[in-house]
């Protein structure tokens, strides 16, 4: 688990580095986080293929479709998971990290529940974050959420404290829990929880 820690504090650093030119250079990102994320979705079933589907809270706007495929990430798709997971409060786009994807990928396996997740927060700019510190609670300075590296999810049909119980079980990020506000939070920074 140590090695997987390790793997994905250094691909979290590789994404940074060149977050981008993902979109641009799909195949080279690929082959830079494809030693991390196979061996987290290997636990959950072998495929040649990888499928998605949220819908975004606020927007209504939704993603539905493989955003791998045979190794590799589909730039086209996350030109459309960028477009989807914005921040609606300014319509401000950003590359999302694909782990996060894997992340949500293999939060369904566990969960076995394949309706779409419900998106309260993708990308956030640092006007919105800065904005969202002054007037609520709980929300980071640092917040990966500007960096693409976060999701605040449902799950309907899927109970909130289970949703946790199995994002906190992947030890692939972050997880925390807003019951008040009906969301777990999810991101591919380093393990932690609250």
């Known amino acids: ?10 691909a979290a650093e590789a994404y940074r580095a060149d977050r981008r030119g993902f979109l641009k250079h799909g195949l080279l990102f690929s082959a830079v986080l494809g030693f991390w994320t196979p061996s987290l979705v290997r636990a959950s079933q072998p495929a040649a293929a ?10 209504g706007e939704s993603f539905k ?45 566990r969960t076995k529940n394949f ?30 959420h500007m960096q693409g590296q976060a999701a605040d999810i449902n799950q309907p049909g899927t109970r909130l404290a289970s949703l946790r119980a199995s994002a906190m079980g992947l030890k692939a990020g972050g997880v925390g829990f807003y019951p008040s506000s009906d969301f777990v939070h999810v991101d591919t920074g380093s393990v932690r929880s609250w």
Not at 73 to 101: C, H, T
Not at 116 to 128: C, K, L, M, N
């Open 65 to 109: 479709g493989e955003y791998w495929y045979d190794g590799k990430y589909l730039p086209d798709a996350f030109g459309e998971i960028k477009s989807v997971l914005r921040d609606y409060r300014n319509n401000e786009k950003y590359p999302i990290d694909p782990r996060l994807i894997d992340v949500l990928f293999v939060l369904q396996q």
């Open 50 to 59: 990888r499928e998605m589907s949220f819908t975004n809270a606020h927007t």
């Open 115 to 144: 309706t779409p997740f419900e998106v309260f927060s993708g990308y956030r700019s640092p006007a919105t974050n800065a904005w969202l510190r002054r007037h609520s609670d709980g929300v980071a300075r640092g917040s990966l």
């Open 1 to 10: 688990m140590n090695d997987l820690i390790q793997k994905n504090n250094a």
